[in-house]
């Protein structure tokens, strides 16, 4: 919404759902939140209703460092309060170092939040264009291949940014 009125645009639903209707032909449609889950596209609309509407699953994006748990446990939480079906987790590292509980925080959303664990993503500043690709790859096979809430759907696989600060 602030980036929208930035802009100059309005963004509603109803364009959200043509712009996904396009993509019908599709074997496999990726569909990124912006910002997080309850990130408004305008002053009726969060990315939560847009992915209710569409009837999408959530993938969540997350940062594996301090804070985290707090965030995706929230966003995990309000998903499901709303309905959402949420497939699972998948942390990506937007800093080059990490910190101590970075090892632990992963395993301790799956416990907590009942959510399965995809993986992780390195920072590029930290891996190869290789490791990243690599990276990548073994995580689109593991979604694809053996996720028991997207078997269905995989066209429908959302992946949405984390609620919450992006500092």
């Known amino acids: 919404m602030v980036a929208a009125e930035a802009e100059g645009v309005s963004l509603g639903l109803e364009v959200v759902r043509a712009a996904f209707a396009t993509m019908a032909d599709f074997d496999v449609a990726l569909v990124e939140g912006a910002g997080g889950l309850l990130v408004p596209i305008n002053a009726h609309t969060s990315m939560a209703t847009v992915a209710g509407a569409l009837n999408l699953p959530l993938l969540i994006v997350a940062r594996p460092s301090l804070g985290t748990i707090n965030h995706t446990l929230l966003t995990i939480e309000v998903a499901r309060q709303r309905g959402l079906v949420v497939a699972?987790?998948?942390?990506?590292?937007?800093?080059?170092?990490?910190?101590?509980?970075?090892?632990?925080?992963?395993?301790?959303?799956?416990?907590?939040?009942?959510?399965?664990?995809?993986?992780?993503?390195?920072?590029?500043?930290?891996?190869?264009?290789?490791?990243?690709?690599?990276?990548?790859?073994?995580?689109?096979?593991?979604?694809?291949?053996?996720?028991?809430?997207?078997?269905?759907?995989?066209?429908?696989?959302?992946?949405?940014?984390l609620a919450g600060d992006r500092s």
Do not use: Q, Y
């Open 88 to 161: 699972g987790v998948v942390f990506s590292h937007s800093l080059a170092g990490s910190g101590r509980e970075e090892a632990r925080t992963p395993s301790l959303i799956g416990e907590l939040g009942k959510v399965k664990i995809w993986g992780s993503l390195r920072h590029l500043d930290a891996a190869t264009t290789a490791d990243a690709a690599s990276d990548l790859a073994h995580l689109v096979e593991a979604l694809f291949a053996d996720a028991e809430p997207l078997k269905d759907r995989v066209e429908d696989l959302v992946v949405d940014g």
